[in-house]
């Protein structure tokens, strides 16, 4: 059984889909007669029982799917330029860059991080998501593990979901950040907007650590540390506090706060993208089991908006 993987996540009923539907959703990166077969031959369980593609899912459910390594998944492999600072026979560290999805979705089927991966590392075909254990959202940028080997994947997930795996951020924020080093309110989807995430009293326990690094006119440079990993986290959490990362328009930024920053606002409607760096990264090593920790800096188009900021800040309230 070593060769297997599995699959395990909870689902919530969306809009009287199917199963099947739901599933694709969740794991774009195969097809839906894949996921169709999966079901017809009992490697789907859904609340430990087998099921059939049509069912609907009318509660949360747990999802366990059983994944062969030599089950192919529908991805076109790119030649696109990546930024590797690491690799070895366990794992690689990528950089990935502002404007970069992480893995296929419906929309995004090229282009993606998982379509240059699968060109570079044709061997990833064999691993979940062409390894790829978390993600980064579109216009976020920095650093992402990926693993080179099932057993790098297992080690590496288990990692993730016992908390284990150290990540840091460096963003820059509307207004001047008061004294406060931790955000801890459960994050859910959005009840209208369904792209959206919320902070909500039904949603999962979220919790961002916070280091103030220095404090402008109208800004703040900020780290943040994931304690948990929820979809858009710190961009929920900041814009809940009534202080949106710079450039965020789907959770608040309002340009109108650097109003008398000219430079700022024609670069800020130049760039689409938000302040927001993956900078971070350490956690246990698959096979020494020695801790390992690299760091990336910003991209230039964040250091852009951290030097107009500071250009035209009337004072550095550090």
Known sequence: MKNVTFYKFDIEPENNLRLDQ????????????????WINADKILVNGKTCSPKDKVAIKSKIEIEVHPNEEIDITPEDISLDILHE????????????MVTHTAVGNYSGTLQNALLFKYPELKNVPRAGII?????????????????????SLTKQIQNRSITKKYLTITSGILKNI?????????HKINRKKMAVTFSGKESISR??????FDK???????LVTGRTHQIRVHLSFIGHPVIG?????????IFSKNIELIKFLESYNGHALHAMSLEFKHPSTKEIFFIESLPPKEFLEIQSLIEKHSYADTN
């Open 88 to 99: 070895d026979d366990d794992l690689i560290i990528v950089n990935k860059g502002s404007g």
């Open 134 to 154: 978390h993600r980064l959202d579109k216009q976020t940028s920095g650093l992402l593990i990926i693993a080179r080997s099932l057993q790098s994947h297992n």
């Open 22 to 37: 739901i599933i694709s959703s969740r794991l774009p990166e195969y097809s839906r007669s894949t996921i169709k077969n």
């Open 210 to 215: 916070l280091k103030i690094e220095r404090r």
């Open 181 to 189: 080093n931790m955000i801890d309110e459960k994050i859910g989807r």
């Open 219 to 225: 800004a703040s440079l900020i780290e943040v540390e």
């Open 248 to 256: 965020d328009k789907l959770y608040g930024f309002k340009k109108s």
